[in-house]
């Protein structure tokens, strides 16, 4: 605004000022001249008036020029375009700015380019599939190890995932995602999907941020495929090695199990000695045999398909079963153990727990494995309290079992749910212990969309606490049916 406002009274100071030399030199001149001399010499005033104002125009109209060309240039992408007009002149400054902001964009293009230049060197390099979506789901970019990982030829920008990945459940992941209702969703997630005879894909996808030019646009999502088939051949190989491994043990523990049992029963003036032997013989028999069961469980518990929306792997409506009753057979089961070290199992579960989704024998041995592990460090003479409560929103129940003992340190309560794996001080003071325990309790509760994890226990329980959750299950019409009754019967009618 002050550069114009200068060029403006410039010309017009210049304008005045010739015009007004112009109107003066007539009355400069003598006396006796002439009235038609002093009319030609008033014409020739403003001549060269008129010839000063084409100068002054016609610098400005060249000065103009120039700064729309390159303006124009910079604008067409030809961002080495320079101003070179005369210092202090009438568009120096403008000149000096546009300059300025040449100078800026052709750095901010070199960055970007540079930047762009990287990203598609790490994206051609990369061995996982980089696929990223619009805010549409249509598929914007993907890289060369994408376009190996797919069954499908040709370009497949444009299209939306399920033409490039036949798979529904990632095009379902996708439409979560980007959905209408994709603030609800996480900003992340994962699944596991075949694209081909032993060709298995960890999929991760990520939603992108909004625009911060525009905050309702949404750039998209970004979804990474990782190779995990050889890491699924061998689990299977490694799985398939422990199952035939442990059945064919089997038969040889049974043998020597049955020996020793039939000589200490056969055989009671034994020395001490002699019947001592065969007490570790037939111990260390039944250890081997359980450790040979929980490797078996494991295994047939990776093979089966997890359960998700109500339905297990086949499409079946997932089983449900009664919190309670199977706490009440795991208790029956571990009261003998529990007897041994004069532990009190203290049940604190509601009357008026639902039903959760799954199978109820599995539901008996995560309670059992749950009250042996802390029987096995529980000091003796002190209580274990179990406990269940449905979570606010009514969908799941959380489970979990308190102990006294010494408790799990914060840095080891993940590791303790791999298998054979146990807290290293108390190695040496669980006898009968196969490690096993807390991984069978874990693939069971993630096999039936739950959740377990270990905190330390609370109040007056000082020791360990193993938590898992589980979903309610759907109330069934004859539920509903039975409920209403109980209802309208009363206490006193239902006793009777």
């Known amino acids: 605004m002050r550069a114009a406002a200068t060029l403006g009274l410039r010309a017009t100071a210049v304008c005045l000022a010739v015009t007004a030399a112009s109107l003066a030199i007539p009355e400069l001149m003598p006396s006796p001249a002439t009235r038609p001399e002093r009319l030609a010499v008033l014409a020739l005033a403003l001549v060269v008036a008129g010839a000063a104002f084409w100068l002054i125009g016609r610098s400005l109209s060249r000065s103009l ?54 990203l598609e060197a790490i ?71 075949e ?18 030019a525009d905050a309702r646009r949404d750039h998209g999502a970004v979804l990474v495929f990782h190779d995990v088939s050889e890491t699924r051949r061998l689990s299977r190989v490694r799985r398939d090695f422990a199952a035939n491994v442990t059945h064919e043990m089997r038969t040889p523990l049974t043998s020597i199990k049955g020996y020793a049992e039939t000589l200490l029963a056969a055989a009671p003036e034994l020395a001490p000695e002699k019947r001592r032997f065969l007490d570790v013989i037939l111990k260390n028999a039944n250890h081997m045999s359980k450790m040979v069961d929980d490797i078996l469980t494991l295994a047939r518990l990776e093979e089966q398909p997890r359960t998700q929306d109500g339905a297990d792997g086949a499409g079946r409506p997932a089983p449900d079963a009664d919190p309670a009753s199977a706490l009440a057979d795991a208790v029956r089961e571990c009261e003998p153990l529990a007897q041994a070290k004069r532990l009190a199992l203290d049940n604190q579960l509601p009357a008026d727990l639902p039903r959760v989704r799954c199978d109820g024998g599995q539901l008996t041995q995560v309670w059992r494995n749950l009250l042996e592990n802390a029987a096995r460090f529980a000091p003796e003479g002190t209580r274990i309290v179990m406990q269940a409560v449905p979570d606010a929103d ?9 102990d006294q003992g010494p408790g799990i340190p914060p840095e080891e309560r993940q590791r303790v749910f791999e298998r054979f794996y146990r ?22 509760v993630e096999r039936h969309s739950g959740r377990v994890w270990a905190d330390r226990a609370r109040g007056e329980m000082t020791g360990a606490a193993v938590f898992f959750t589980l979903a309610v299950a759907p109330r069934t019409q004859a539920d509903a049916e039975y409920a209403d009754a109980g209802r309208c019967l009363g206490p006193s009618t239902q006793s009777s």
């Open 123 to 193: 994206l051609d390099g990369m061995r996982e599939g980089v696929m990223v979506l619009d805010a549409a789901g249509k598929i914007r970019v993907a890289n060369p190890a994408l376009k190996r990982i797919v069954p499908v030829s040709g370009d497949i920008t444009g299209r939306r995932p399920i033409e490039a990945a036949p798979s529904p459940e990632l095009q379902m992941a996708c439409d979560r995602l980007l959905g209408d209702r994709a603030e609800d969703a996480p900003a992340a997630a994962s699944l596991e999907m």
């Open 423 to 444: 807290v290293e001080r108390h190695r040496s003071k669980t006898p009968g212990s196969t490690g096993l325990g807390l991984a069978i309790v874990k693939h069971i």
């Open 394 to 402: 009514g969908a799941t129940v959380t489970c979990g079992v308190l």
């Open 195 to 212: 694209l081909g005879p032993g060709r298995f894909y960890e999929v991760s996808l990520v939603r992108l941020g909004p625009d911060p």
């Open 65 to 118: 020029a120039e700064v729309i060309a390159v303006a124009r240039a910079i604008g067409d992408g030809d961002y080495r375009r320079r101003l070179h007009l005369s210092p202090g002149g009438e568009f120096s400054a403008l000149a000096e700015a546009i300059n300025h902001m040449a100078r800026r964009i052709e750095s901010h293009i070199a960055t970007i380019t540079d930047q762009k230049t990287q």
